[in-house]
C-alpha cells in the first residue's frame, strides 16, 4: 500500500508540474491532463476509499490523513464519511435511501425510481455526464449539502470545529491547485480546457467504476418489505446480493482501482485493506456456495461495462415499470 501510494502520488505530482512548467503546445497538455485525471482518481480509489473505510492502516491518524486525499483531489472527506462510509455501505441499492444510486432526475438507476420519457436514451447521454459528476461534486455538492445540513433525504450534522476547518481549508488547497496557480502562469481559457479535460476523466473513471458494482443486470434493488422498514435479508446477504465483482483475475484492473473491482468482499469487510481482497474473494465465494447465496461477477472490465450499458437501456424503457 505505501509503494502504491507512493507510485500514485509522484503521478500526480509530476504531471501536475509537467503542465505547469513543461508542456507548451495544446496536443502536449490535453493528455497529459487526461492522465493527471484518472490518477486523481486512482487517489481516490486507493488511498482515500482506503483511508475513508480505516482500512489503510491500523493507526488512525494514518487513515485520517489517508482519506484526507479527498479533500486534495477537491472532494470532502467528511462529506464522503457519511455519503458513501455510512449511506451507501448500510443501504446498497435501495431506492430512496441508498445516496451513491441518485443521479438526479437525469439517470434512472434502480427500479423503484420514477421513469421520464428521456430516459429512453439514457444509455446513451449518461456515459459523457458521468465525466460532470466529479465537477459537479467538487464545485457544488458538497458544499450544497453542507448548507442543506442533508446528504439526499438523510440529515447530516454539518462539520464542526476540525471537520470545518479540514473541509474549508481542504477546498482552498484544492481551489488552489487547480485555478489558482495555473491561471498564474497560464492563459485562464487554457487552465479552465485542461481543468475540464483532466476532470471529465477523473468524473467518468469513478462514475464506471463505482457503477460496475452495483448497477448491472445480476445486482439486485430490494426495497423493505411492506410498512415493516425491515429488508427481508440478513445484513450481510443484502451486501453479497446487490453487488457484482469484476475482472477478479485482472492483477491491472485490482491494482488501479483499490479493490473495487472486488467490492462483495469490500462491502462485508470495508476495514480490511484492500490488497486483502484477492485472497479472500476465494473464502467469500465459497463459503457463499455453502450458504446457498448468489455469488455473482463479471469476469471482465468489458462485460462488466456492457452490463451496465443493458441495464440502463433496460431502466430506460416503459415496460419495465407497467404500473407506472
Ligand atoms: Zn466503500
Redesign the pocket.
Known sequence: MYVKSAVLMTAFVTSYLALLFVVTTWWQAVPIAAFLGLVLAGIGFNIG?DG??NGYSEKGWINKIAAMSFDLIGGSSFQWHWK??VF??TYVNISGHDTDIETGILGRLSPQQPRYWFHRFQHIYLWPLYGMLAMKWQIFDDWNDIIRGRIGEHKVRRPRGKDLFIFVAGKLVAYTFMFVIPMLLHPVLSVLGLYVVAMFCMGVAMSVVFQLAHVVEDAEFPMPVGDTNKMENAWAVHQIETTVDFARDSKICSWLMGGLNFQIE??LF?KICHINYPEMSKVVEQTCKEFGVRFSEHKTFRSGVASHYRWLKKMGQPEVTPAM
Request: charged share 0%; no cysteine; proline share 10%.
Open positions: 476509499h475513508g473505510h458513501h462510509g451507501h455501505h469490500h462491502h470495508p
